[in-house]
Nanobody, 125 residues
Framework: VQLQASGGGLVQTGGSLRLSCAAS????????VGWFRQAPGKERESVAA????????FYSDSVKGRFTLSRDNAKNTVYLQMNSLKSEDTAVYHC???????????????????WGQGTQVTVSS
């Protein structure tokens, strides 16, 4: 499966952005999906994820209550709605997918087999 992330940009503190991750090559239905980010000089961080059924979700403590992951199966696309953005949210954001990921591993990037290119999110203070 090929993943194409988009929607990044420059936004002021407190603003919002919606990232999109469009898939091609196979359906995302029945596949776990996740968003990860990496800031310069920092390790890759898990942000949000959804189990293959959509019944299980993961959010990092740093984004809980501000970010929401959603799926549109008809468009074969996953979204990350980001509200109340902070300067520490500045990073390159990547989407990923994996067919057989248990709920306890949703936040583990090593569990994902497919990755899209990143989209830059910059939050200015």
């Amino acid at each position: 499966v090929q993943l194409q992330a988009s929607g990044g940009g420059l936004v002021q503190t407190g603003g919002s952005l919606r990232l999109s991750c469009a898939a091609s090559g196979r359906t995302l239905r029945g596949v776990a999906v996740g968003w990860f980010r990496q800031a310069p000089g920092k390790e890759r961080e898990s942000v949000a994820a959804s189990s293959r059924t959509g019944g299980g979700t993961f959010y990092s403590d740093s984004v809980k209550g501000r970010f929401t992951l959603s799926r549109d199966n008809a468009k074969n696309t996953v979204y990350l709605q980001m509200n109340s953005l902070k300067s520490e949210d500045t990073a390159v954001y990547h989407c990923a997918a994996g067919a057989s990921i248990i709920s306890s591993s949703l936040g583990n990037p090593d569990a994902y087999a497919y990755w899209g290119q990143g989209t830059q999110v910059t939050v200015s203070s």
